[in-house]
């Protein structure tokens, strides 16, 4: 069984900054990455990362948010920049050895979810 725990959550002012870690993945091929939800919201994918390097982000976050691995350490991260009030929510690491499934419209249909961590982003 697989399992992946987030941390680095916590309470920032919009324009802060905030890391997420994540506990990487054993395959040696996969689809890692993040997905938040927010009360009343649906599910979103925010970045992905697959072993190949390929790398996707969601709109609402190019050019703030940064999806990388520390291959040393194990680990996954989202650097998260220039943070706003909006993407207040849960965060959760998804994980998946099925490469069909590396799209970020999928990252809620992952076979491997964390716990999630909760960034809220005070205005």
């Known amino acids: 069984q697989v399992q992946l725990v987030e941390s680095g959550g916590g309470s920032v002012q919009a324009g802060g900054s905030l890391r997420l870690s994540c506990a990487a993945f054993g395959y040696t091929q996969y689809c890692m990455g993040w997905f938040r939800q927010a009360p009343g919201k649906e599910r979103e994918g925010v970045a992905l990362?697959?072993?190949?390097?390929?790398?996707s982000y969601a709109d609402s976050v190019k050019g703030r948010f940064t999806i990388s691995q520390d291959f040393a350490k194990n680990t996954l991260y989202l650097q998260m920049n220039s943070l706003k009030p909006e993407d207040t929510a849960m965060y959760y690491c998804a994980a998946d050895p099925r490469l069909a499934y590396c799209y970020l419209y999928l990252l809620d249909e992952y076979k491997y979810w964390g716990q999630g961590t909760q960034v809220t982003v005070s205005s």
């Open positions: 990362i697959v072993s190949d390097g390929r790398l």
